[in-house]
C-alpha cells in the first residue's frame, strides 16, 4: 500500500505534493564513520524543480558546503520514489537492521511518515490533539494506530471548522 501525498517538506514546510517532487536527503559521516551509525539528519524535502526556493542556492537541500566545513559530513541523497512502496520499505528497514543511522528514530519516523496512511498528516499535531482530549493514547507516542490518527485528523478540522 502506497500512501498517498501531500507530505511536509522538513526545510520549507511547505506541501510536498508528488512523488516525483520529493527527495529525501542525508549526511554522510566522516570516513571513521563509513559504516554504523554514520549517517546523520535523515530529511523528507522538495526535489528542486518543485521548491518553492528553487531559485535560492541550495533550494529546500542541506547546505552541502556548510556541512562539510562544520564536521566534514557530506550530503548524499535519493528520489523519494526510492522510498515508497514494498521496495523502499525494504530499503529503509535495511538501513535500521544495518544500523546505519547514529539515530534509528530517524529512519523509523521516514517510515511512518512515508508508509503509515494518515500519519503525516496528523504527525504535527499529535500533542496539541492529545492535550485536547481528542484521544487517549494506547502506545508509545508516535505510534498510534488508525483509530487514533483519523482522530487527530478530526480534531485538526475541527480546530479548522469551529
Known amino acids: 500500500m502506497e500512501v498517498d501525498p501531500p507530505w511536509k517538506c522538513d526545510q520549507c514546510g511547505h506541501p510536498i505534493l508528488s512523488v516525483e517532487d520529493g527527495w529525501v536527503e542525508w549526511l554522510n559521516g566522516t570516513v ?9 539528519e535523515l530529511r523528507l524535502v522538495h526535489h528542486r524543480l518543485a521548491s518553492p526556493f528553487a531559485n535560492h542556492r541550495n533550494a529546500c537541500y ?17 528520489p523519494l520514489s526510492s522510498f515508497v512502496g514494498p521496495d523502499g520499505l525494504v ?3 535495511s ?3 544495518e544500523k546505519r543511522f547514529s539515530d534509528p528514530n530517524q529512519v523509523l519516523e521516514m517510515i511512518k511518515r512515508l508508509h503509515i496512511p494518515n ?5 504535527l499535531s499529535f500533542e496539541a490533539a492529545i492535550s485536547d482530549g481528542a484521544f487517549e493514547p494506547r502506545s508509545a507516542p508516535t505510534y498510534y ?5 483519523k482522530a487527530v485528523l478530526e480534531w485538526i478540522r475541527e480546530q479548522e471548522d469551529p
Open 32 to 40: 571513521s564513520e563509513q559504516w554504523e551509525g554514520g549517517l546523520h
Open 119 to 123: 500519519y503525516e498528516a496528523a504527525r
Open 62 to 78: 542541506h547546505d552541502g558546503a556548510k556541512w562539510v566545513a562544520a564536521k566534514r559530513y557530506t550530503v548524499a541523497d535519493l
Open 95 to 97: 538501513w535500521l537492521a
Open 145 to 149: 494506530d488508525q483509530r487514533e490518527l
Open 91 to 93: 530499503t529503509l528497514l
